[in-house]
């Protein structure tokens, strides 16, 4: 039985007071975006009452007081998962951005026509499309790692994958849409025998798992902060240093650049090569609590709870008739997805809406994963350490009423 305090987590969770259509607010759509605790909210409320400045350029207190905080949340992300130096860790709008970021200036940097980029095939949409715009102004070749029936990836046909003409690997650590949680660092170990860089998107398992980019040994990982309980609006690239010294910078603007002269330009050293203009300053520091939230329950406890979520979840759907779960890798994380005989995702996730429940409902930006189950989309209830059996019983009894329904 869990000693997993989850009560005391939910009374830090405002939102989780809420009632929907009269009922509690049961929450089941955290693959999508986490809640916030009151000391992430509490944390953006004093920013922007007693401190909000401009970072880096002033000498004023309040930019003194506001750039020594936004700093103070880029060492926390680099001890949260890791990193060697807190110059590795660039600021981002998020994970989406992360990934364009390598595509836009690794990519053009280094791959030209009839190179190759590797991913899976239970890629987000965020891991696809950016390189598949790269791929056309390039000429470089788009491949993919198949996976079985199971949600899992094929992982005899790798080698074969990995050529002298992959110049990236970019793979999920965990997928959004099926839950699969891949072994990432034995992924990461094949490419580089073969000196070919990877790339994680860790946006699904960084609030679910604890990450060591220096265990791994990847060359880039890329997150959102609003799936960590941080607010939305920031996100992070974490990059060996040696990779982004090398690259080109993406944007343009202040605070990226030493010295700008009409005829050229002096850029700053790392990280700030890559944050041009005015960052989300507020949010940034925020980020920094929600870390400062969830070691202090620590990344094991919520991983053993989640798990045993999940474990709880998946029993009690296979045991409803007509309940198709899609994806049962072994190794998951606490993502549930599934289709009903005769009901469309969408009327599942509309009539458990009437009941107060929160969950998912289409293709999750993967749709060549619904493709390749030959399912239009799939209903989708991920769970987070702020949910319980007892809101999951909830849950399959309002799924059992639904089939009654529809007989």
Same mark, same amino acid.
């Given at each position: ?17 809420? =009632?929907? #259509? ?11 975006? $986490? ?10 409320? &004093? ?9 880096? #350029?002033?000498? &004023?207190?309040?930019? /003194? =007081? ?22 590795? *860790?660039?600021?981002? #709008? ?12 690794? @990519? ?8 190759? %980029? ?31 029936? /199971?949600?899992?990836? *094929? ?52 609030? &679910? ?8 040994? $990847? ?21 060996? /240093? ?9 944007? @343009? ?48 406890? %919520? ?39 005769? %009901? ?15 969950? #998912? ?36 009894? @309002? ?9």
């Amino acid at each position: 039985m869990s000693t997993f305090p989850v009560e005391q987590i939910r009374a830090d969770f405002p939102i989780l007071a809420e =009632r929907i #259509r009269n009922k509690p607010l049961i929450y089941f759509d955290n693959a999508a975006t $986490c809640h916030k605790p009151q000391a992430v909210i509490d944390s953006l409320v &004093h920013v922007y009452s007693h401190e909000y400045a401009n970072v880096h #350029r002033g000498v &004023h207190t309040l930019s /003194q =007081r506001t750039s020594e905080k936004f700093e103070l949340a880029r060492e926390k992300v680099q001890h949260f998962i890791n990193a060697a130096s807190d110059k590795e *860790i660039i600021f981002v #709008r998020g994970a989406t951005e992360a990934i364009n970021l390598v595509a836009q200036t690794f @990519g053009k940097a280094n791959f030209k026509a009839g190179d190759e %980029i590797l991913i899976s095939a239970m890629e987000h949409h965020a891991n696809i499309v950016p390189w598949q715009m790269l791929c056309q102004e390039t000429g470089a070749i788009l491949k993919v790692l198949p996976m079985d029936h /199971q949600g899992e990836l *094929i992982l005899a046909e790798l080698d074969a994958l990995l050529t002298d003409k992959t110049k990236l690997f970019a793979i999920t650590q965990m997928s959004n849409a099926l839950g699969t949680v891949n072994p990432v660092k034995q992924l990461i170990a094949q490419a580089h025998a073969k000196n070919i860089p990877v790339l994680v998107d860790a946006a699904q398992s960084t609030p &679910h798992m604890l990450i060591d980019v220096q265990d791994l040994e $990847c060359d880039f990982l890329v997150f959102s902060g609003h799936k960590l309980y941080a607010p939305s609006g920031i996100g992070v690239l974490y990059g060996k /240093q040696k990779i982004l010294e090398a690259m080109p910078p993406y944007q @343009g603007g202040g605070d990226m650049i030493r010295k700008v002269t009409f005829t050229e330009t002096d850029y700053n050293s790392l990280p700030y090569k890559f944050e041009a203009g005015t960052p989300s300053i507020a949010d940034t520091i925020a980020l920094g609590t929600a870390i400062d939230y969830i070691q202090h329950i620590g990344m094991a406890n %919520i991983a053993a709870y989640e798990a045993e979520l999940l474990e709880y979840a998946t029993e009690q759907a296979q045991a409803i008739n007509g309940l198709r779960i899609i994806g049962t890798a072994k190794e998951k994380g606490a993502i549930l997805s599934f289709t009903l005989d005769r %009901i469309h995702p969408h009327d599942i996730g509309t009539m458990l809406d009437s009941l107060g429940i929160a969950i #998912r409902a289409g293709h999750h930006c993967a749709m060549p994963v619904m493709d390749f189950f030959e399912v239009p989309a799939t209903a989708r209830a991920s769970f987070a350490m702020y949910n319980t059996k007892a809101e999951i019983d909830v849950l399959m009894q @309002g799924i059992q009423s639904l089939i009654e329904v529809f007989g």
